[in-house]
């Protein structure tokens, strides 16, 4: 059954690999899945059309046959349950791989996206340094809890797996915040999520949008 | 196996079921598991060997034989895996459901955490009520977005499910808030969660803790 997933016809991230779709471009290109984009645009994912498929009007959506998902964090669990190399076979490091994809998403992307949404929404207020410092120390935290978690491991929890593709994205969103470079080994790790051929191809697939829709 | 879940010694909310343990008694009321508790101090949190257990110094975290998880989305996964009646058996139910685990703890939940750490970090601040009323129209939008959706559904997809236990314990942390007065299927909806004779077993187990520990 083909699979079709959506993602912005204009990126914020101009490409760069940030948007939600890129995770699960990652997880099908790590399965050899091949797949169809229908890109949307701002006023299109508000739509009654687009809603039905994901009542927050956000990207990506996932549809295969009858069935739609939405959240990254489900549709990878969906694709690593029907494709072996993203989920441990042994019972017990599986439970504990799906304990980080919550992780990543519950426990870390929240401060991160907080400290994006505090330069949208306020970056012009008096208060915006406070806040970001305030934003940033507990990034900080985390971070170095984290770090400490990790120590010299390859990836979260011996294998690679989905929790490594949220993760990695996750931490990416901080690339150009400065605060990863406190982190030698979080650097490292994303380093080596970076590598894979299959995060390449995703990265290529994405960003020949965002160049087909400016040249 | 015996199921073993870290609690607060002493909760924050004097026992009134917002403390994340809640979600997995409520999970393994549903379920019919007994399970024992060790309470744990805010000091013992963040010591090592916690930690080994926990990265981020939280609670609950679960431990059966030598498995040991956290983040209750995994938990609660993990519970819903081994035991009837938290997940559909149609694996197209089955992946939409764990969609709305995934919304709840993605989408919903940390916007509600954001307003309960800014009252915290920041109640003292002069820009205290300009951002509470940011961050309260950004809840809105989520809430008018998850009322439309559930119209006069009973649960978020077809069968109750682990789903709506998380989103019932997220939503609950608005219940103070009056922001969920606006939207009547939302507290239908959270009433008919609390309802369940598990929530209620769960909410007492969880109150007597408090009790106990305050008399």
Not at 28 to 53: C, I, N, W
Not at 153 to 174: G, K, P
């Amino acid at each position: 059954m083909t699979i079709t997933i959506t993602a912005f016809e204009s990126s914020p991230d101009r490409g760069r690999g940030l948007a939600r779709d890129f995770r699960v471009r990652w997880a099908l290109e790590e399965v050899g899945q091949p797949y169809d984009v229908r890109l949307v645009s701002f006023k299109t994912m508000k739509e009654p059309a687009h809603l039905a498929l994901q009542p927050f009007g956000q990207i990506p959506t996932y549809e295969e046959g009858g069935l739609a998902l939405f959240e990254t964090g489900s549709i990878l669990f969906h694709i690593a349950e029907r494709h072996p190399g993203l989920l441990p076979h042994d019972a017990d490091a599986r439970a504990r791989a799906i304990t980080w994809m919550f992780a990543a998403l519950s426990t870390i992307e929240p401060t991160v996206v907080e400290r994006e949404m505090a330069f949208f929404l306020e970056r012009e207020e008096t208060w915006y340094s406070q806040r970001l410092a305030m934003i940033e120390e507990r990034i900080r935290k985390r971070l170095m809890e984290l770090s400490t978690w990790l120590g010299d491991a390859e990836w979260l929890d011996s294998a690679f797996s989905a929790a490594d593709i949220l993760m990695v994205t996750v931490l990416r969103r901080l690339e150009s915040s400065g605060l990863l470079d406190e982190y030698a080994n979080l650097a490292a790790y994303i380093a080596r999520g970076k590598a894979r051929p299959a995060y390449q191809r995703a990265f290529e697939a994405q960003l020949a949008v965002f160049t087909a829709g400016n040249t």
